[in-house]
């Protein structure tokens, strides 16, 4: 069931007194320099509103066409290790972030010796790796699926049989459901193991799942916390096809996920936008499935339907400035559009765009491949569930028309 908005706006309170004093130096006032490690769509949307509030922005990336990079007010192309170009970034800025989770937490280390870095590398390296972020889940008091980790072939035949069906995945450099194998057996499990190289993995027991769900939490280096409305997420491929907001589930375990999105970022210390990913299972009980450490792709409708995004949210908490409002003004649907669109050419936008309430975000990205995400599409609108359908269907015609 859907929850009303007043139960929503009880259940995620915004904001609770802030417990700690800022780091020295904060809070930055406007026209200060902030740093970011990473030149993708994320960074880029993070410019855009840092931009709005007055803030510069130095990337470091090495890609010279980066989406991030072609924006800011400076780019350092060269990769997040090197010397010179962390030297100056320090130099130039007195906050820095990331915007992904597998740039170097050594790069963030280093950073750390001389400014305010957000998240912390110690923040990072846990996102990095998922035997240390299952550990740290449970150790934290929040239920996760059964699993295991897979570090030497001795393991996998001690693995009890309730473990299967199961997903193996890399411990390291995974996303979008790359390096994930479903396995149904111990025979399936080791030839998997093998296949990828057997670098350290986890498997985790297949679960009845309803739903999936994911919230968006920030918290400022003053111990402030906001924290988003539960998205509902929709996946094709492994890749995040389509959020609903507000998310169709009862009050009750919607105040559930958002506490354990708290506890979690709590317990880490953590400082600036935190996205935990949630499974509902067939019985309605909430278990977390993974976290990153920045704004999230579930996350991309708040720039439309909040009165402050999950960018501005990010730009604010590095800077030291009071976190904003996360209440959400308009349901939304957000969908992702993926380098497939361009198969046969551009898609025909202007008929995407028919629909007045649709917001088009295009990521800068010089060329379309599959399974690349180029942007989304956020529809606000008094039915959650209508402009699903009528962004899906405009999606799909636009790309018929492209063929034509």
Known sequence: MQTS??????VLSTSNLATTSLPAGLPL??????????????????????????????????????PAGNIADKHICADY???????????????????????????????????FVSPSAACVAIAQDRIAEKKFFNGAGIATAPYAAIESANIIPS???????????????????KGQVRVASRLELAMAWANLKQVPCVVEKRLDLAKELSVVVVRGADAQTVAYPPSENIHVDGILARSMHPAQVDATLATKAVDSARALANAMQYVGVLCI??????DGSLVVNEMAPRPHNSGHYSIDACYCS????????????????????????????????WANGEPDWAFVLRNPNA???LYGKESARPGRKMGHITVVGVDAQQVADAIALH??????????
């Open 29 to 66: 006032p406007p026209g200060s320099w902030l740093g970011m490690l990473g030149g993708g769509q994320l960074g880029r949307l993070f410019c855009m509103e840092a931009h709005a509030l007055g803030y510069k922005v130095c990337v470091v990336d090495p890609d010279k066409n980066s």
């Open 159 to 177: 693995l009890d049989l309730i473990m299967y069906p199961g997903i193996l995945k890399t411990a390291r450099m995974g996303y979008d459901g």
């Open 5 to 10: 908005s007043s139960t929503s706006n009880t």
């Open 310 to 341: 999950q960018f501005e949210q990010q730009v604010r908490a590095m800077a030291g400035l009071p976190l904003g409002s996360t209440e959400l003004h308009s349901p939304a649907v957000m969908l992702n559009i993926l380098g497939d669109a």
């Open 359 to 361: 917001k088009l975000h």
């Open 81 to 115: 290790l090197d010397d010179a170009a962390l030297t100056e970034l320090a130099r130039l800025c007195p906050a820095i972030t990331t915007e992904f989770e597998n740039v170097p937490a050594a790069a963030l280390e280093r950073l750390a010796k001389k400014r």
């Open 277 to 282: 990913e949630f499974f509902v299972l067939g």
């Open 395 to 404: 999606l799909k015609l636009a790309q018929v028309n492209a063929q034509q």
